[in-house]
């Protein structure tokens, strides 16, 4: 079955340590997303790629980077710059515009 | 810009009962919208979506909804509650703003369902 595989679905980072986030997906989805999740905030949009070797800052990319190198791959980093990184993040994609988002099952990164 | 307003972060309905969720949204351009659940931990599941066409959009699990222009809303309703319905409820526009088509999330609806 087509879906969104992220991992790990548990992470856990030391002070000072960068850590990086699993997106893939088997949709041949185009366009792909990183959301983080806060309590009572919904879901806000950290980086996100229309194409391969293209990405974009969202809303709240400070701390974070990504790369796009391949097409079913997005992977998420968090570092050490990101001083408030406890949350859970979600990896997207979508196909065409008027397409909803698929979702993966999300990471939860949590700091030591 | 876009943004979007659920009211009510938490709504407690009887199984059986009426369920309302309630979105009011905000766009410059004309705006697709989306209604999306999460269960604890796990990530989203679309319900139904608005592009174009009917007003009143039918998904899954009993869940409707319908796009009023006049009153920037899409609320979600199910006649009749279930327990398996208890969960998050995200209400999100999608519009192509500068350059980009994004979703834009509301804060989420928590919805218990008392047997």
């Known amino acids: 079955d087509g879906g969104i595989t992220q991992s790990p679905k548990y992470l856990f980072r030391k002070e000072g340590q960068n850590v990086t986030l699993s997106c893939e997906q088997n949709?041949?989805?185009?366009?792909m997303y990183w959301y983080r999740q806060d309590p009572g905030q919904g879901l806000r949009l950290i980086y996100y790629?229309?194409?391969?070797?293209?990405?974009q800052k969202g809303d709240i990319a400070e701390g974070y980077s990504v790369s796009r190198e391949k097409k079913e791959s997005f992977p998420l980093t968090v570092t050490s710059a990101q001083k408030n990184p406890t949350a859970f993040y979600l990896c997207?994609?979508?196909?065409?515009?008027?397409?909803?988002?698929?979702f993966g099952d999300g990471t939860r990164l949590s700091i030591l | 810009a876009q943004s979007v307003t659920q009211l009510g972060s938490h709504v407690s309905v009887s199984e059986g009962a009426l369920v309302l969720l309630r979105c009011n949204y905000s766009?410059?351009?004309?705006?697709?919208l989306f209604w999306y659940v999460q269960y604890p931990n796990q990530g989203l599941q679309l319900l139904l979506k608005?592009?174009?066409?009917?007003?009143l959009v039918k998904g899954i699990n009993g869940f409707e909804a319908e796009f009023k222009k006049s009153e920037t809303s899409f609320h979600l309703t199910k006649p009749s509650a279930h327990m398996s319905d208890a969960a998050e409820y995200f209400c999100?526009?999608?519009?192509?703003?500068?350059?980009?088509?994004?979703?834009?999330f509301g804060s989420g609806t928590r919805l218990q369902v008392q047997p």
């Open positions: 999100a526009v999608s519009a192509m703003d500068t350059g980009r088509r994004a979703l834009t």
């Open positions: 949709l041949n989805h185009d366009a």
């Open positions: 766009s410059s351009v004309p705006p697709y």
């Open positions: 997207a994609s979508v196909r065409t515009d008027n397409q909803p988002q698929h």
């Open positions: 790629s229309q194409i391969v070797n293209d990405f």
């Open positions: 608005y592009t174009t066409g009917a007003t």
